[in-house]
């Protein structure tokens, strides 16, 4: 059956990820409010009775902003791990079902194999998912200050790849923002730059790979004509330009992806 990536968007000021089928779809994050993922998937013409779960990836707010509210409102389980769930239901956003996860323990909800697996980032357990689809694998790592070797072993393998690129650190070094902050976003537990991103591709395409989004780009601090460029550079460097390139921005979703 063919697998189906709609990405509602990514950035600082929200992420959400629809990974689904024609019949059933799993929601990676809920960064933005309940309408405006409502509306954004009625853009794409997805009728959101296909969600069948809500999965946290941690407890930002880019990432919970709708959670509660979107999951009650359908009726489905949010699956999160046990600090990012105590630290959510203390500030009331989790919704009324919670199934809990182990990172590194694999699950499955309607037919999706998830596995959940430990990223680098500056929260209190972030986690970055592959989600098997039956016929193939998506691999989800947005926030992430450092691809670490499992990172890399995880996301290695998969058909397609949604990847963060967060900022040009140069962009951000003479940008406005404090120190203290520059200096979290630069950290091994903070986002990653550009640079990094795309000189992991060498390690995580394999020939399985046919699609790359790259996600969570900052407005300030890049471009997504520069992430583009430089990813499109790459590719061709590699040799791979029979691979899919997606740029996702903030204010939009991007239009289905079929695998
Ligand atoms: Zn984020
Ligand atoms: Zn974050």
């Not at 697998?3 to 960064?31: F, M, T, Y």
């Not at 996600?215 to 029979?242: F, G, P």
Request: some cysteine; proline content about 2%.
């Amino acid at each position: 059956m063919a697998s189906g990536i709609s990405i509602l968007g990514s950035g600082s000021l929200g992420n959400s990820i629809l990974i689904h089928n024609a019949e059933n779809g799993i929601l990676v994050d809920a960064g933005f409010s309940r309408k405006e993922i409502l509306n954004r998937l009625n853009l794409l013409q997805i009728e959101p009775s296909i969600i069948k779960a809500l999965l946290i990836t941690h407890e930002h707010e880019d990432h919970v902003r709708g959670s509660r509210i979107l999951a009650d409102h359908l009726g489905i389980s949010t699956y999160l791990t046990d600090e990012t769930f105590r630290y959510l239901r203390s500030s009331n956003k989790i919704g009324e079902k919670k199934v809990l996860f182990d990172p590194g323990s694999p699950f499955q909800i309607e037919g999706f194999n998830i596995e959940p697996f430990t990223v680098q980032h500056d929260a209190l357990q972030t986690v970055g998912f592959i989600i098997g689809t039956g016929d193939h694998k998506i691999g989800i790592a947005t926030d992430l200050g450092h691809l670490n070797r499992l990172a890399i072993q995880r996301l290695r393998g998969c058909d397609a790849i949604v990847l963060e690129c967060n900022y040009d650190t140069s962009m951000l070094r003479d940008s406005e923002r404090p120190f203290f902050i520059k200096k979290r976003i630069m950290g091994r537990h903070g986002h990653l730059n550009n640079e990094d991103a795309i000189n992991a591709f060498d390690e995580i395409i394999t020939e399985k790979t046919r699609f790359i989004f790259l996600a969570h780009i900052s407005l300030e601090c890049n471009s997504y004509e520069l992430v583009r460029n430089l990813a499109l550079e790459k590719l061709k460097i590699m040799q791979r330009t029979d691979i899919l390139l997606n740029v996702i921005e903030q204010s939009r979703p991007l239009n289905t992806v079929w695998i």
